[in-house]
């Protein structure tokens, strides 16, 4: 599948922690964290081209670099309050409506499809845990599914939010448990999840302990008062602090 392939190849080692990595310069850190508001920003996100996809009109040609937006005649409720709370403009939230109605009609998503999105986008590996997590992490009041109002605040703290908002939204999603700490064991169990759905196809390729020696690096860092957990506070001082880090934390949007 060619979304695939384009998938798999804005990814690599790096999203791990690689420690062959070049770091970004600071030029280069600098522009991810301020972000533009550009139709690229969006076409990187597996979520939203899946979204997309379904709503480009049917013969349109909907290759990455050329979809438009298309007009929706029905309105979401609320539009205006979502445009209010996310940083899409209302012709961008018509479209991702429409994409969001036509692929689950019940106005509402579960896990098995987001299994379903990322094993499309990831095919040689096994994208099962991740999507997991994932879907926990933007599944906020734990009921099992995701409305289209917390689909697209979430979309919109990973691909247009501030750096503090993004630093917090990927907190949540290694707090595993929601106990409001992180432990070595639940930042591995995302760190592996990671590795399984795209590690081994990465260049340059990743050892298997890869994902151990990440998270110990990051431990390491993190756990100031080395009580074996992270905080939030620990974890937003030590990122915004940390240029490696940070580096790291953009190449994440890779797998969203």
Same mark, same amino acid.
């Given at each position: 599948?060619?979304r695939?392939?384009?998938?798999?190849?804005?990814?690599?080692?790096?999203?791990?922690?690689?420690?062959?990595?070049?770091p970004?310069?600071?030029?280069?850190?600098?522009?991810?964290?301020?972000?533009?508001?550009t139709?690229?920003?969006?076409?990187?996100?597996?979520?939203?081209?899946?979204?997309l996809?379904? !709503?480009?009109p049917q013969?349109?040609?909907?290759s990455?670099?050329?979809?438009?937006?298309?007009t929706?005649r029905?309105?979401?409720?609320?539009?205006?309050?979502?445009? !209010?709370?996310?940083?899409?403009?209302?012709?961008?939230?018509?479209?991702?409506?429409?994409?969001?109605?036509?692929?689950?009609p019940?106005?509402?998503?579960d896990e098995d499809?987001?299994k379903l999105i990322?094993s499309?986008?990831?095919?040689q590996?096994? !994208?099962?845990?991740?999507?997991?997590?994932?879907f926990?992490a933007?599944d906020?009041?734990?009921n099992?599914?995701?409305?289209f109002?917390?689909?697209?605040v979430?979309?919109?703290?990973?691909?247009?939010?501030?750096v503090?908002?993004?630093?917090?939204?990927?907190? &949540?999603?290694?707090?595993? &448990?929601?106990?409001g700490y992180?432990?070595?064991?639940?930042?591995?169990?995302i760190?592996?999840?990671?590795?399984?759905m795209?590690?081994?196809?990465t260049?340059?390729?990743l050892r298997e302990?890869?994902p151990?020696?990440?998270?110990?690096r990051?431990?390491?860092?993190?756990d100031r &008062?080395?009580?074996?957990?992270?905080?939030?506070?620990?974890?937003?001082?030590?990122?915004?602090?940390?240029?490696?880090?940070?580096?790291?934390?953009?190449?994440?949007? &890779?797998?969203?």
């Amino acid at each position: 599948m060619q979304r695939a392939k384009e998938a798999m190849k804005a990814s690599d080692g790096s999203l791990l922690g690689d420690p062959g990595r070049t770091p970004l310069s600071k030029k280069e850190s600098v522009k991810w964290q301020r972000p533009r508001l550009t139709r690229q920003a969006l076409m990187r996100c597996c979520l939203v081209k899946w979204i997309l996809s379904s !709503a480009a009109p049917q013969g349109s040609d909907s290759s990455d670099s050329e979809l438009e937006l298309s007009t929706v005649r029905h309105q979401p409720e609320g539009l205006d309050q979502l445009q !209010a709370q996310t940083k899409f403009t209302k012709k961008e939230l018509q479209s991702l409506y429409r994409g969001f109605k036509n692929e689950c009609p019940t106005g509402l998503v579960d896990e098995d499809t987001f299994k379903l999105i990322y094993s499309q986008f990831f095919p040689q590996g096994d !994208a099962t845990t991740y999507a997991h997590f994932l879907f926990n992490a933007f599944d906020a009041d734990g009921n099992g599914a995701i409305r289209f109002e917390d689909f697209v605040v979430g979309l919109s703290i990973l691909l247009r939010g501030t750096v503090h908002e993004k630093l917090k939204w990927a907190f &949540n999603l290694y707090d595993i &448990n929601k106990d409001g700490y992180i432990t070595k064991e639940e930042m591995l169990a995302i760190m592996k999840s990671i590795y399984d759905m795209m590690g081994r196809h990465t260049y340059p390729i990743l050892r298997e302990d890869a994902p151990l020696e990440h998270v110990e690096r990051f431990f390491q860092k993190m756990d100031r &008062n080395q009580d074996g957990v992270v905080t939030i506070d620990e974890f937003l001082e030590t990122c915004q602090k940390d240029e490696n880090i940070m580096s790291s934390m953009q190449l994440f949007e &890779n797998v969203i």
